[in-house]
C-alpha cells in the first residue's frame, strides 16, 4: 500500500494505483476479508482502473477538446503506448507527442498549430498525473477509513 502511494505521488514509474489496489487485497486476505470486503475491493479496483487508463483518455479527451483530428488522437495514443513499452514514462510522452504531431503536420502544414497540439499533448499528461496522483490519494483514504472504522 505504502509503495503503490508512493509510486503514484513520487515515482510514477511504478503503476501506483495497482500496487494500492494490491496492498488492499493483501490485507483484505490476511484479515479474512472481514474488515476489507468484496465491495470495497471492486470500488478500489474501479477507481485504480481509472487511474491507469487516465493518460490514454485525458489524453484523447484533451486533444479532440484542442480541435486536433481524430487522426492525431489516435496517433497519440498509440505512439504513447509505444512510447511506454520502449522508454517507459519518457517515453509515452514523446510517443504521445510524436503520434499527434505527424497527422497535424501532414494535414495542416502550419507549425504554430502542430507546436500547439505539442503543447496540449504536455499538458494533457500533467493533468493525468493531477487525476492519478489524486485518485491514489482517494484509495488510500478510502482503505484507512474502512480499517479504523472496522
Same mark, same amino acid.
Given at each position: *500500500? #505504502?509503495?503503490?502511494? !508512493?509510486?503514484?505521488? $513520487? ?18 486476505? *490476511? ?25 490514454? =483518455? ?11 483530428? $481524430?487522426?492525431?488522437?489516435? #496517433? &497519440?495514443? $498509440? ?25 497535424? =503536420? ?6 504554430? #498549430?502542430?507546436?500547439? !497540439? &505539442? ?5 494533457? =499528461? ?7 496522483? &489524486?485518485?491514489?490519494? !482517494? *484509495?488510500?483514504?478510502?482503505?484507512? !477509513? ?5
Amino acid at each position: *500500500m #505504502f509503495l503503490g502511494l !508512493v509510486s503514484v505521488v $513520487i515515482l510514477p514509474i511504478l503503476p501506483g494505483a495497482a500496487l494500492i489496489w494490491l496492498g488492499a487485497l493483501l490485507y483484505a486476505s *490476511m484479515t479474512d476479508f472481514v474488515v476489507i470486503g468484496w465491495g470495497t475491493l471492486a470500488v478500489l479496483g474501479a477507481i485504480a482502473l481509472i487511474a491507469m487508463t487516465s493518460d490514454i =483518455w485525458v489524453g484523447a479527451l484533451g486533444q479532440r477538446r484542442g480541435g486536433a483530428s $481524430i487522426w492525431a488522437t489516435i #496517433f &497519440s495514443m $498509440i505512439g504513447g503506448i509505444i512510447g511506454l513499452l520502449i522508454l517507459n514514462i519518457p517515453g509515452m510522452l514523446i510517443g504521445s507527442i510524436i503520434g499527434a504531431l505527424l497527422p497535424e =503536420w501532414q494535414r495542416w502544414r502550419d507549425r504554430k #498549430f502542430v507546436l500547439d !497540439v &505539442s503543447w496540449r499533448t504536455i499538458k494533457n =499528461w500533467l493533468v493525468s498525473i493531477a487525476i492519478q496522483v &489524486s485518485l491514489g490519494l !482517494v *484509495m488510500v483514504t478510502i482503505f484507512l !477509513v474502512r480499517v479504523i472504522t472496522g
